[in-house]
């Protein structure tokens, strides 16, 4: 068991320290930054100013060498346009984006897994249609139309919700609602696959045969087996909704990381923007690793390995 | 001479349809208390769907159309889904051909054996455990204390079908089926269990049907046997009756088909010409009419009923007085 953790946590070093690497590769993929910075007309000399002053004057191998050095101390730059640390202005706008996060994953896990479960256990009925319908259009229906929608349907024609901004409860709603939505379908769709697939083994004939009624052969044994590839579709799907908050946090103004991603493009604020990208590279790696720990703690088998 | 003893378990006509095909077609017989009954085939030939008509347990697809299964003075073939569940486990259990998926890889062994008599007895989970361990010790597994807290994938296909046995066997069913139950297991593994059903019979007089497609095994443990081709028995006997004076040409042809310790090879093993036909291919008459070499017109178009052939010996063919000519026909 502690080799496991070991070993998970090794790799999750490799994999974090891939991302700085490719961060850092990408950044520079498009040449000096310092042009990006600069107003238009600027003089030589200005531009050779601000070169020197930002490091870009010196080789790629020592901007990366100090790249790296600078992040290892936490020091992650200034925002180049706001003169303050890059990772203050991200951590002021991060507990907006967990929230919605968190209220987006509410809704993918919260109706994604019962759907799911109900679709597996009542196969081919009505209850499997109605929802398989359900699952397909929150699957193929495009982010920003559904928010669209959502907001003309309730806030602009109803008016129970409001349209858009931060707030109360009833503001995070919709927001959560149209980030939800495709997280949802792939909660739904993975529950109902691992739920039919181990109805169809041996040990729950094997549970009925003993006598065990069939809710509670569901509940001790069969959803049990089927959590684990469902465990791993969450890991992926709380970075998938980081990323997706950057369309959402725009519809609605929601000021998160996402729409901060935006301004900061916008602004060639790139080392906000490069802030941003490792915070959600991140996610996915500690995600991913928490959710070898948690098949650990699900699978003897895992556990028990020697 | 005695009465005979009354059956405990009294299957008849048992029917059961797969979308329109027949493919368990009014299958009967009885079984003894502490008597263990084999049901011998081919794969397909039905004999593992009448073993999970008889729990309740068909696949979806699967339906039981006619039959009764009288269980001591109760027809289980009436009884409620509810009904049914709590007789499975209780009165009656079932043992699967491959142990290590039946059961529960993230539960614990012991859980798994003790929830199968907390569901039945209500008993405390301390009591149940205590209970778990004992079946341990019944079904021979050593240091049981520690094998409770272990998972399946710990154990060995002999162990894990040894915890089956003791989870069918934890609220002393009168009659334990068992699917195959050897099939999957080493040899050598394979006379341990059987070894160890033997006991079972004998220290609780538990009937067994054994559903089985190897004859070395019904020899071995079997009191009476039924034949059972495309669906339906072919012949039913005492099992040494039916060794000595096979009454069905497929039974006469199944036994020279098995190779044998005891007697000199003297050429090839006998094989059966031709395979079994589908449930769509059956027709009006006796479904082995396409392989047997006796077959007459009246095989195919007359199914033969089962015909007494002495004491408890039965057999379902038109030709059963040309029965040595099979014999003569070996090689």
Not at chain 1, 4 to 25: P, S
Not at chain 1, 263 to 288: G, K, M, N, P
Not at chain 2, 202 to 209: E, L, M, N, Q, Y
Request: glycine letters at 8%.
């Amino acid at each position: 068991m502690l080799r496991y953790v070991g070993e998970r946590l090794l790799q999750a070093m490799i994999a974090i320290f891939g991302v700085l690497t490719i961060v850092f590769i990408v950044m520079h993929l498009s040449g000096d930054p310092t042009l990006l910075l600069v107003p238009q007309g600027a003089s030589a000399e200005m531009i050779a100013d601000l070169r020197r002053e930002l490091g870009f004057d010196r080789p790629l191998w020592v901007q990366y060498v100090g790249y790296l050095n600078d992040l290892i101390h936490l020091d992650f730059g200034e925002s180049v346009v706001q003169r303050v640390p890059a990772i203050d202005i991200v951590a002021s706008r991060l507990p907006y984006t967990i929230q919605l996060a968190a209220g987006a994953l509410t809704v993918a896990i919260g109706v994604g897994i019962p759907a799911g479960i109900l679709m597996a256990t009542r196969r081919g009925g009505w209850l499997d249609r109605v929802l398989t319908a359900v699952v397909v259009t929150g699957q193929s229906v495009p982010t920003f139309l559904s928010a669209i929608l959502l907001i003309f349907v309730f806030a602009v024609t109803l008016g129970w919700l409001p349209a858009s901004g931060i707030g109360g409860l009833s503001n995070l709603v919709m927001p959560s609602i149209a980030l939800g939505a495709l997280s949802m379908s792939t909660f739904a769709r993975m529950t109902r696959i691992s739920v039919a697939d181990e109805l169809s083994k041996d040990y729950v004939r094997a549970a009925r045969a003993r006598g065990l009624p069939m809710p509670k052969i569901i509940v001790r044994h069969v959803l049990r087996n089927a959590s684990i590839p469902v465990i791993s579709i969450a890991a992926l799907e709380i970075g998938n909704l980081l990323a997706g908050a950057v369309i959402i946090e725009t519809v609605f103004a929601w000021p998160g990381i996402g729409q901060l991603a935006i301004q900061s493009i916008q602004a060639r604020d790139f080392l906000i923007v490069q802030v941003i990208v490792l915070l959600i590279s991140f996610v996915y790696v500690i995600t991913a690793v928490l959710a070898d720990f948690i098949y650990a703690i699900v699978d003897p088998r895992i556990r028990l390995a020697r | 001479m005695h009465e005979p003893i009354r059956p405990l378990l009294d299957v008849s006509d048992l029917t059961v349809d797969i979308d329109g095909a027949r493919v368990v077609d009014g299958v009967s017989f009885t079984v003894a208390p502490g008597e263990v009954m084999a049901l011998v085939g081919e794969s397909g030939c039905g004999k593992s769907l009448t073993a999970f008509a008889m729990l309740g347990l068909l696949p979806s697809v699967a339906r039981r159309t006619e039959g009764r299964i009288l269980l001591g003075d109760r027809d289980l073939a009436t009884f409620s889904e509810r009904q049914l569940r709590k007789a499975r486990g209780k009165d009656i259990s079932i043992i699967f051909q491959e142990p290590s998926a039946s059961l529960d890889p993230l539960a614990s062994v012991g859980s798994q054996i003790a929830d199968a008599y907390r569901i039945h007895t209500g008993a405390s989970r301390a009591d149940a455990f205590e209970k778990a361990r004992q079946m341990l010790v019944d079904v021979g597994i050593p240091d049981p204390d520690r094998r409770l807290d272990q998972f399946p994938f710990e154990l060995s296909g002999g162990m894990c079908q040894r915890i089956m046995i003791a989870i069918a066997l934890i609220c002393g069913p009168r009659v334990l089926v068992a699917d195959e139950p050897t099939t999957a297991l080493d040899v050598t593994i394979q006379a341990q269990i059987l070894d160890l059903m033997k006991k079972l019979v004998a220290d609780h007089g538990t009937s067994i049907v054994l559903i089985t497609h190897d004859m070395g095994v019904v020899a071995d443990i079997a009191d009476h046997v039924a034949v059972m081709y495309a669906g339906r028995i072919a012949e039913i006997a005492p099992v040494q009756d039916l060794f000595d004076h096979p009454a069905h040409p497929y039974t006469a042809l199944l036994l020279a088909s098995v190779p044998r310790l005891d007697v000199a090879p003297k050429a090839d093993l006998a094989t059966i010409e031709g395979s079994v036909p589908t449930p769509q291919e059956f027709g009006p008459g006796c479904h082995f009419a396409s392989r047997c070499p006796l077959v007459t017109d009246k095989c195919r178009v007359e199914q033969p009923p089962l015909f007494a052939q002495g004491y408890g010996h039965r057999s379902a063919c038109w030709h059963i007085d040309r029965i040595a000519e099979i014999t003569g026909m070996l090689p």
